[in-house]
């Protein structure tokens, strides 16, 4: 059933980027596991050890202040649709934020996505697979707006007053750094 590889195929690349869901998770030595969904084409796999996603504004920012602290993150994908599998990337990750000297290089790789904040640049150092069996098919309707229309309501000034009040600590009090000024 289950595999383990040290790096990500063409076939396994082929499956993160047919999914449109992923979910993180990360945690520090003492503070609460975080398990965030992500989507909106927000994902890209750069070589077979290396995948960097962009991260959009949301209520808190928790990845960010864990990585900072212990750089530990596992990437799950499920296949909610076709054959059974689960897939999970595990390694080690930084945070890019957008005043650092790498932001302007890696978020050329996206499409631009209102609200964005920071892209988490992952070195994997495990791939494992799993049969999925229990994992009901769900069907793609499509993407919601409601986040990207919030960002663009807000818009830049707005969004850094977003930052300032929610998202510079974690749910623990951790720095998320999202408002430093040089890198």
Not at 55 to 72: D, L
Not at 86 to 91: A, T
Request: hydrophobic content about 40%.
């Amino acid at each position: 059933m289950g595999q383990k590889y040290s790096a990500i195929s063409e076939k396994l690349k082929q499956f993160i980027e047919d999914q449109k869901i992923f979910f993180v998770g990360t945690a520090t030595a003492d503070s609460r596991v975080n398990i965030s969904p992500k989507g909106m084409d927000s994902l890209r796999v750069l070589d077979q050890n290396r995948v960097v996603w962009l991260n959009v504004t949301g209520s808190g920012n928790e990845t960010s202040a864990h990585i900072q602290e212990s750089p530990r993150m596992t990437i799950m994908f499920a296949a909610f649709e076709g054959n059974p599998m689960i897939l999970r990337i595990y390694g080690n990750a930084r945070v890019i934020h957008k005043n650092d000297q790498k932001w302007d290089e890696l978020f050329s790789l996206f499409n631009p996505i209102p609200g964005a904040r920071q892209i988490f640049d992952l070195e994997v150092d495990l791939v494992q697979t799993s049969c999925g069996m229990a994992v009901p098919f769900f069907d793609y309707i499509g993407e919601r707006d409601q986040l990207k229309n919030w960002a663009i309501k807000k818009g830049q000034e707005g969004l850094k007053e977003y930052w300032e009040q929610k998202n510079q600590l974690s749910l623990d009090g951790k720095p998320t750094n999202i408002m430093k000024k040089n890198a």
